[in-house]
C-alpha cells in the first residue's frame, strides 16, 4: 500500500475470530482464545480490565461485533491523533444516538459539526471560571447538607449506600447550580440512574448502531429535514423501540422531560425569577458570531444533557473516592491532615483549591484508575493512518479511555491506586497527556472545570467531618454502562470526626 501504510491484520483476515492487530504478532489460536475469553470477563464484571490488558498497548485492534466493526486504540500518540491533532477529521459515532435518547441533540450527543460548534460558542462563557467559581458556595452547602443526611441516615442503623448518596448530593448540587431551585423531589436520583444505566448499556452493547441505520436509510426515503447524520428521527425509532422492551425506563424518561420544560417555562413566564443559576444563563446566551439564541428545545437538550451526564460521572466519581479511600487508609489520612490544616473547620472556597493539592490529586487518581466515562467513539469523515493502519471513510474509531489510563507504558504499577502521581511536582508530561477523563481537543467535555472543582470541594468537605469506611465482605464490581459506577449499593459505615458533630453528640464520635 502506498505512503508506508501498511493494513496487514494479525492473525490474518481469513481466520475465524473476531479480534485482530495491526502489528502485533498474534497467532489465529491466540487470537481465538483471547476472543472467547471476553465472555466470562463481561458476566463477571471486569471486561474492561480485560481490553486494557490485551497485547499490543501502542497497536490499534480491529474488533468485529454484530452489525459493526471498530478500530480500537489504547495508545496516548493514536488517542492524541484522533482527537487533537486530526480531529476535524472525526465526528460523533452513531452510537452516541442511544445516548440521544435520554439527552437529544446536546453538546455530548450533537453530530452536525456546524451547529455544534455554533452551541459550543455558546455555552463556553457560561462555563467560564468566573462564573464556575460563584457555583462553589452552593456546592458546598449541598455537600454539608449531605453529612447531616448520612448521620441522620447512620443513626438508624450505621450503615449508608454511599452511592445512592453520592447520586443524590449530585442531583442536590445540579438542582441548585442548574435551576435555582430544589428538583430532588420530582426528579428522582433512582429514576435518572435507572435511566443512564438502561442507555449506557445499549451505548457500550452497540444496540444503537442497527437503529441508526434504518433511521439514516428511511430519512433519506422520506426526505425528511435536516442532515441525516443528525436527524431525530434515530431518536424517535429508539424511542419507540425503548416503549416495547423498557416500558419503565421510558415513563421515567418521559417524567424526567417534562419536570425540565416545566422549569424552562417557569423561567420563560417568571414564575422563577432568578439570574444565578444554569438555566437563566442559557437563556440569556447568544453566539458571539451571529447573534443566535437558544431556541427552547436546545436548551431542554442541554439541560437533560448536563443533568444526566454531570450527575451520574460526578457521583461516580465521588462513589469510587470514598471505596478507594476506605482501602487506602494512608491517603485518607493525608487528605484529612491537608483539609484540617488549610480549612480547619471553616466551608471550603474555590480559592483553597490550590492549596489542597492533595484532595486533588485523589480526584484525578480515581478518575484514572475507575473513568467515569470509560470510552469515546468517533467516526472517520475521510481517509487516514492510525499507527500505520489505512483509516476509511465511515470508519468507527473506539478509544478505551480505561485503557488509555491503564497503558502501562505510560503509568507504573497501573492497577494500584497511588494519588501522589499527580502531585504538581512529580505528575510527568507524558502522563498529564494520557489522563483524560474529560476527553480532549475541541469536543473536550465544556463543564470539566465545573465537574472537578464539584468533586474536589465535595471530597474536602466530607473530609472535614467524616470518614467512611467499606462494609467488608460484600461483592463490589463496575457496571457495564457508560460511566462504569458500582453494580449496586455499596456500603460504607460512616465514622464522624471529633468537632463534627452537635455538642450534644460529641462523646461518641463513631456512629
Same mark, same amino acid.
Given at each position: &500500500?502506498?505512503?508506508?501504510?501498511?493494513?496487514?491484520?494479525?492473525?490474518?483476515?481469513?481466520?475465524?475470530?473476531?479480534?485482530? /492487530?495491526?502489528?502485533?504478532?498474534?497467532?489465529?489460536?491466540?487470537?481465538?482464545?483471547?476472543?472467547?475469553?471476553?465472555?466470562?470477563?463481561?458476566?463477571?464484571?471486569?471486561?474492561?480490565?480485560? =481490553?486494557? $490488558?490485551?497485547?499490543?498497548?501502542?497497536?490499534?485492534?480491529?474488533?468485529? =461485533?454484530?452489525?459493526?466493526?471498530? =478500530?480500537?486504540?489504547?495508545?496516548?500518540?493514536?488517542?492524541?491523533?484522533?482527537?487533537?491533532?486530526?480531529?476535524?477529521?472525526?465526528?460523533?459515532?452513531?452510537?452516541?444516538?442511544?445516548?440521544?435518547?435520554?439527552?437529544?441533540?446536546?453538546?455530548?450527543?450533537?453530530?452536525?459539526?456546524?451547529?455544534?460548534?455554533?452551541?459550543?460558542?455558546?455555552?463556553?462563557?457560561?462555563?467560564?471560571?468566573?462564573?464556575?467559581?460563584?457555583?462553589?458556595?452552593?456546592?458546598?452547602?449541598?455537600?454539608?447538607?449531605?453529612?447531616?443526611?448520612?448521620?441522620?441516615?447512620?443513626?438508624?442503623? $450505621?450503615?449508608?449506600?454511599?452511592?445512592?448518596?453520592?447520586?443524590?448530593?449530585?442531583?442536590?448540587?445540579?438542582? %441548585?447550580?442548574?435551576?435555582?431551585?430544589?428538583?430532588?423531589?420530582?426528579?428522582?436520583?433512582?429514576?435518572?440512574?435507572?435511566?443512564?444505566?438502561?442507555?449506557?448499556?445499549?451505548?457500550?452493547?452497540?444496540?444503537?448502531?442497527?437503529?441508526?441505520?434504518?433511521?439514516?436509510?428511511?430519512?433519506?426515503?422520506?426526505?425528511?429535514?435536516?442532515?441525516?447524520?443528525?436527524?431525530?428521527?434515530?431518536?424517535?425509532?429508539?424511542? &419507540?423501540?425503548? /416503549?416495547?422492551?423498557?416500558?419503565?425506563?421510558?415513563?421515567?424518561? %418521559?417524567? #424526567?422531560?417534562?419536570?425540565?420544560?416545566?422549569?424552562?417555562?417557569?423561567?420563560?413566564?417568571?414564575?422563577?425569577?432568578?439570574?444565578?443559576?444554569?438555566?437563566?444563563?442559557?437563556?440569556?446566551?447568544?453566539?458571539?458570531?451571529?447573534?443566535?439564541?437558544?431556541?427552547?428545545?436546545?436548551?431542554?437538550?442541554?439541560? &437533560?444533557?448536563?443533568?444526566?451526564?454531570?450527575?451520574?460521572?460526578?457521583?461516580?466519581?465521588?462513589? /469510587?473516592?470514598?471505596?478507594?479511600?476506605?482501602?487506602?487508609?494512608?491517603?485518607?489520612?493525608?487528605?484529612?491532615?491537608?483539609?484540617?490544616?488549610?480549612?480547619?473547620? %471553616?466551608? #471550603?472556597? #474555590?480559592?483553597?483549591?490550590?492549596?489542597?493539592? /492533595?484532595?486533588?490529586?485523589?480526584?484525578?487518581?480515581?478518575?484514572?484508575?475507575?473513568?467515569?466515562?470509560?470510552?469515546?467513539?468517533?467516526?472517520?469523515?475521510?481517509?487516514?493512518?492510525?499507527?500505520?493502519?489505512?483509516?476509511?471513510?465511515?470508519?468507527?474509531?473506539?478509544?478505551?479511555?480505561?485503557?488509555?489510563?491503564?497503558?502501562?507504558?505510560?503509568?507504573?504499577?497501573?492497577?494500584?491506586?497511588?494519588?501522589?502521581?499527580?502531585?504538581?511536582?512529580?505528575?510527568?508530561?507524558?502522563?498529564?497527556?494520557?489522563?483524560?477523563?474529560?476527553?480532549?481537543?475541541?469536543?473536550?467535555?465544556?463543564?470539566?472545570?465545573?465537574?472537578?472543582?464539584?468533586?474536589?470541594?465535595?471530597?474536602?468537605?466530607?473530609?472535614?467531618?467524616?470518614?467512611?469506611?467499606?462494609?467488608? $465482605?460484600?461483592?463490589?464490581?463496575?457496571?457495564?454502562?457508560?460511566?462504569?459506577?458500582?453494580?449496586?449499593?455499596?456500603? &460504607?459505615?460512616?465514622?464522624?470526626?471529633?468537632?463534627?458533630?452537635?455538642?450534644?453528640?460529641?462523646?461518641?464520635?463513631?456512629?
Amino acid at each position: &500500500m502506498a505512503d508506508g501504510v501498511d493494513s496487514v491484520l494479525h492473525p490474518p483476515r481469513w481466520a475465524p475470530t473476531f479480534i485482530r /492487530w495491526h502489528k502485533t504478532p498474534i497467532t489465529w489460536r491466540e487470537s481465538i482464545r483471547l476472543s472467547l475469553a471476553i465472555v466470562p470477563r463481561v458476566r463477571d464484571h471486569t471486561v474492561m480490565d480485560y =481490553v486494557a $490488558g490485551l497485547p499490543g498497548q501502542d497497536d490499534v485492534i480491529v474488533a468485529r =461485533v454484530p452489525f459493526a466493526k471498530f =478500530v480500537v486504540v489504547r495508545s496516548p500518540d493514536l488517542v492524541r491523533h484522533v482527537l487533537i491533532n486530526n480531529q476535524n477529521n472525526y465526528m460523533k459515532a452513531p452510537e452516541y444516538d442511544m445516548l440521544a435518547v435520554a439527552f437529544g441533540r446536546g453538546l455530548v450527543t450533537d453530530r452536525d459539526e456546524q451547529q455544534w460548534q455554533r452551541n459550543r460558542r455558546l455555552v463556553q462563557p457560561i462555563f467560564a471560571k468566573r462564573n464556575t467559581d460563584a457555583f462553589a458556595p452552593v456546592m458546598v452547602e449541598a455537600a454539608r447538607d449531605a453529612v447531616t443526611r448520612i448521620r441522620e441516615l447512620a443513626a438508624a442503623d $450505621g450503615v449508608i449506600d454511599i452511592n445512592a448518596e453520592m447520586n443524590r448530593l449530585t442531583l442536590d448540587v445540579t438542582s %441548585r447550580t442548574m435551576f435555582g431551585t430544589d428538583i430532588t423531589g420530582p426528579m428522582s436520583e433512582v429514576v435518572l440512574s435507572r435511566l443512564l444505566r438502561f442507555f449506557g448499556r445499549g451505548f457500550m452493547t452497540n444496540a444503537s448502531h442497527p437503529l441508526h441505520n434504518f433511521a439514516v436509510w428511511l430519512h433519506k426515503r422520506t426526505h425528511r429535514d435536516g442532515e441525516a447524520a443528525n436527524s431525530r428521527l434515530g431518536i424517535q425509532i429508539m424511542r &419507540m423501540a425503548g /416503549w416495547v422492551g423498557e416500558t419503565r425506563t421510558m415513563r421515567d424518561l %418521559r417524567h #424526567a422531560e417534562r419536570v425540565v420544560d416545566g422549569l424552562i417555562a417557569d423561567h420563560r413566564n417568571g414564575r422563577i425569577d432568578r439570574k444565578d443559576n444554569l438555566l437563566a444563563l442559557l437563556m440569556e446566551a447568544s453566539d458571539p458570531e451571529t447573534g443566535y439564541r437558544y431556541s427552547d428545545q436546545e436548551i431542554h437538550d442541554e439541560l &437533560m444533557t448536563f443533568i444526566g451526564a454531570g450527575m451520574e460521572t460526578t457521583a461516580t466519581t465521588l462513589t /469510587w473516592v470514598w471505596y478507594l479511600l476506605s482501602e487506602h487508609p494512608e491517603a485518607a489520612e493525608r487528605l484529612r491532615n491537608e483539609v484540617r490544616s488549610v480549612l480547619g473547620s %471553616r466551608p #471550603a472556597t #474555590a480559592d483553597d483549591l490550590d492549596r489542597l493539592p /492533595w484532595t486533588q490529586a485523589v480526584v484525578s487518581e480515581t478518575m484514572r484508575l475507575l473513568p467515569p466515562v470509560i470510552g469515546l467513539a468517533r467516526t472517520a469523515k475521510d481517509h487516514d493512518v492510525l499507527g500505520g493502519y489505512a483509516i476509511k471513510p465511515g470508519t468507527t474509531v473506539a478509544i478505551s479511555l480505561h485503557g488509555l489510563h491503564h497503558n502501562q507504558q505510560v503509568w507504573e504499577r497501573h492497577e494500584e491506586f497511588d494519588p501522589s502521581r499527580f502531585l504538581p511536582e512529580i505528575l510527568e508530561r507524558q502522563q498529564k497527556r494520557a489522563a483524560i477523563p474529560f476527553g480532549a481537543g475541541k469536543r473536550m467535555c465544556v463543564a470539566s472545570v465545573f465537574a472537578s472543582m464539584e468533586a474536589a470541594l465535595i471530597v474536602a468537605t466530607f473530609a472535614q467531618q467524616l470518614q467512611l469506611d467499606a462494609v467488608p $465482605g460484600q461483592r463490589v464490581r463496575r457496571q457495564i454502562s457508560f460511566t462504569g459506577g458500582p453494580d449496586g449499593p455499596l456500603r &460504607m459505615r460512616p465514622r464522624f470526626l471529633e468537632g463534627s458533630l452537635p455538642e450534644s453528640e460529641r462523646a461518641d464520635t463513631a456512629v
